[in-house]
């Protein structure tokens, strides 16, 4: 009886692999698949893309996709974007990328409430946004608690759109 258990266990175990690396397959793009394209923009990464996970396979074709219908002037941008970036120090480019999922974690309506004030703050004449930073800088870090709980707290104006 225990044999039996233990074949059926090794059957089932063997069969999830399986099904998993089919799985992992299905989701992973060849690069016969990319487009003249999308093969262009990633050819650097020819000779490792089979061993890229999937996941990044897909983001990076689909990054191809955004190049290919970016403007110059949009290349020019995003390629000194990527360049900040780039020069950003690790633990910095942590802190944004741990922000980002928080973010990403908010319910819809909050994440429209953060962009639409950073859209007002953004349409500030520059005078204003440095007397803006500069006042958040001089702050304490118990000032700027107490300025972020007074905020959350507020009564939100009913939508205007």
Request: aromatic residues 6%.
């Amino acid at each position: 009886m225990k044999a039996k258990t233990n074949v059926r266990a090794i059957v089932a175990v063997t069969a999830m692999l399986i099904f998993g690396t089919a799985i992992a397959q299905e989701d992973s793009v060849s690069w016969d698949s990319l487009s003249d394209g999308q093969r262009e923009v990633l050819s650097q990464l020819e000779q490792s893309w089979d061993t890229l996970p999937a996941e990044r396979q897909q983001r990076l074709s689909r990054g191809a996709d955004r190049w290919g219908g970016m403007s110059r002037q949009q290349r020019k941008d995003a390629r000194e974007r990527f360049s900040a970036w780039r020069d950003l120090a690790a633990d910095r480019r942590e802190q944004i990328r741990e922000r980002a999922q928080i973010f990403r974690s908010l319910p819809p309506n909050e994440q429209e409430r953060i962009r639409k004030n950073f859209r007002k703050y953004r349409e500030m004449n520059e005078d204003r946004r440095r007397q803006l930073r500069d006042r958040y800088k001089r702050m304490t870090p118990e000032q700027r608690q107490r300025l972020r709980d007074r905020l959350a707290k507020r009564p939100r104006p009913a939508g205007r759109d």
